[in-house]
Each structure stands twice: as C-alpha cells, then as structure tokens.
C-alpha cells in the first residue's frame, strides 16, 4: 500500500513520517515546473567568494537612472508582451538588452576584460550552442550577474535548464583562465578589489567545497561537463579555482507585469548597489536584538526606535468605521509630526493606514511573520525608504521557505510587539 505523505511538515511528523531538516537556499529549483520544456527565467550567478571580477562601480548615486520605479513598481503589462519585451539577443549586446544608466555620470559597472569577454562572447555561446534559447537581457555587476533568457521550445533530449547554464558557467570560467594567462586579469587568489566590496581580508581567496577545482587545458564546449580534478586539455595538471558558486538561482516568469519589473530591476541595479555602498548600516540584518521578551531580526534604521513619539497602528474587528476613522486621522497626524508609526499591516485597514503612511513619506516600523534571507535586500519602495532612514523591519522569528498564511496566534504576538515597541525607551541602541 502506497504512502501518503501529509501536506503539512508538522502533519507528517506527527503521522510518524521521518522528515529530513529543511535547508534553506536561493538556489532550488521549483519541483513542480518542468526545466526541460518552454519557458522564461531570470538567472543570478554569483562569484565564488563575492569576489568583484566583473567590473568596478562608478558614478554618481545622486543622479536618477532611467526607468526608475516610481510608486511601489506594481504596474502591470497590459494584454501581451510585445515589442522589446520579446526581442532576442543576436550578437554583441546593445540598446535595452544591456541594463544601463541614463547618463554617463549616473551609477554604472565599467566592466574588466573577464566582463567584457562575456558580455561580447560567452553571452552569445549559449544561443549558439542551444539555438532554442534565447537571452533577452543581461545585467554584469561587479560580482554577479543576471540573464534574463526565454527557452522558446522543449531543450534536447536529456537536457534541461540547468545544464545550460552550467555550459555558459564553464564558459566564463575558461575565459577567466584564458585570461589570467595573458595578463589581463589578476592572478588566481589575488582579484583587484573594487570600493566597497566585499573581499576577504588581505585579498586571498579561501575556497568553498562548492568550488570545484579543474586543471588547466582547452575548453570543451558550452554544455560540456569538467570533472572536477580530471586533466581538460594536458596542458597543465595545476588546479584553477571555478569562477562561479555552485548552483544558481533561478525565477520563473508566471504572471503578466513580472517580465517589466525584471528589466526594471537590472537597469536599477548599479543605482541600487551604489546606495547600499553609501547606507550600508540601513542593509545589514541584525541578529538577536532583544525586544520584550523576543529577539529579533531586522534591517533598516534601527534608531527608529528611540523616535520619543511612537504609535501602535492595530485595527480591531469591533472597531465601527467612526471608530477607525478617528484612529487613522491620529496616526497620519503622529506621522505628519515625525512620529513612527509601529504595525504588522495584517488587517486590511491596518494596511490602508500603512500604505497611506508610506506614500506620504512618513517613518515605519514593519513587523514580518518572516524572518531574512542571506543577502536580503528590500524592494522597490521599501528599498528607497530603507536607504532614507525611514523604514524598519523587524521579525521575532527566523527566515522560512515556507508558503503559508499568517495564524492568529502569529497576529497577536506581533500586535502584542507592536505594543511594545510602542511603549517602551530605546535610548541605549549602539551606533
């Protein structure tokens, strides 16, 4: 007889069905979406140890770049996708299919030869090799990079996305080799460091297990499999470092207006980056502050949290619609004055007050049933009010992978820490 296993994890365990630790990572693939057939994807490829060998970060951060989001970046594509937005690459990279500024002093990457080198050959290998894939738009940072490609019909025969990109991943390897050979790059373990970046100390590069060490040699085509540690060429039996972190991540094009907000999301990012350089304290998660009887994860403007004037933004059930308009108009008023408005935003009018709040400009602090990624970021407008001082986020639960909706009991604990952020002192906040 077949076994059935439960929707829920905790339903599993208590079925006495042994179920293995979650391990949270960006980089697994949707089990239900089939990577062998049509399909559009963005893709983040990531350095090994963030080393930035892709570029250097200049510009101005203060000069808009174009095609900003405006608003809270919401706005949909209406009816299909046309024009741009179904251009394939041929060749070099040009016009729209490049993420770039509007201007020559706005944040920009000034890419190195290993950059440019893919930007001008190795992008345009993956078309060649799968001429069913095409790549609609590329973004280079200084030490990762998105594609944005669209497999227009089923890959070959035993093949699926992942091997793609595991083909251009050699690719931009050998060509990283290819040129630390001739000069143009620095030696292996010894990458030039650019403002800001996050290098080891002392500019060595110490090796992940995920970095899978290759000899020296020619490179095989894109598709091809390099065991790691087996001779490629004869050419040199010394071991080179891989170029990329194992994996990568991968999202799914699945609703219309996500293609738009993609393209928007990779010209913004030079700009983004630049932002994060200059207000890197509002960026970083913080660990187990302790709040009440929680600790906590957060990010944004920790002193928010010693603004004297501070409210508490819950909406009960009973309350009548007099009752909430006279609450909303002391809250926005608390607002206008400087104060901090302090919610979860679960109920639908606690989010009118908020979504009012954060149009006006106003300071939050935004409660969340979730916890941080590594490497997280906020979002559109959130990102904005982040790097102006004006957004906290706080969760008193760890990151989870998890689909699923709010419980009561969640609602109230956060209603119960907004409470208390609300009415208490936090003058002793280090700087």
Known sequence: ???????????????????????????????????????????????DGRM???G????????????????DGRMPLSGP???DERMPLSGPLKGDELASSATADAPRVVLSPLGE???????????????MVEVWKLCIMPDHLHIIVRVKEKLPEGKHLGHVVSGFMTGCTRAWWALVEEGKMPPFGKPKGTEGSASPPGGSVSLSPASALVAGGSAP????SVPAGSPAGGASAAPRPSLFEKGYNDKILLR????????RYLDDNPRRLAIKRQCPDYFTIMQHITIGEWSCQMVGNRFLLTVPDRAAVIVHR??????????????????????????AAVATREKEVMREAMDRGYRLILLRENGFPPLYKPAGESFMACSEGRLLQISPWEYHMQRKTISREQCLILNRLAEEIAGENYDDLGG
């Not at 009973?318 to 919610?343: N, T």
């Open 56 to 71: 250097t970060l200049k510009g101005n951060v203060r000069l808009p770049l174009s095609g900003t989001l405006k608003g």
């Open 117 to 131: 080198a893919i930007r001008d050959k190795e992008i345009a290998k993956i078309s060649a090799v799968y001429p």
């Open 221 to 224: 085509p894109l598709g091809a």
């Open 256 to 263: 219309p207006g996500q293609l738009d907000n993609w393209k």
């Open 1 to 47: 007889m077949p076994v059935v296993m439960s929707r829920k994890r905790e339903e599993a365990i208590a079925a006495g069905i042994h179920v293995n630790d979650i391990q949270h990572t960006m980089k697994r693939r949707t089990p239900s979406h089939n990577y062998c057939d049509k399909g559009t994807y963005m893709l983040t490829l990531v350095v």
């Open 52 to 54: 930035p060998l892709f």
């Open 81 to 83: 996708l046309k024009g």
């Open 318 to 343: 009973a309350d009548s619609d007099q009752e909430f308009a006279q609450k909303k108009a002391r809250w926005l008023a608390l607002g206008e004055m400087g104060g901090v408005l302090v919610s």
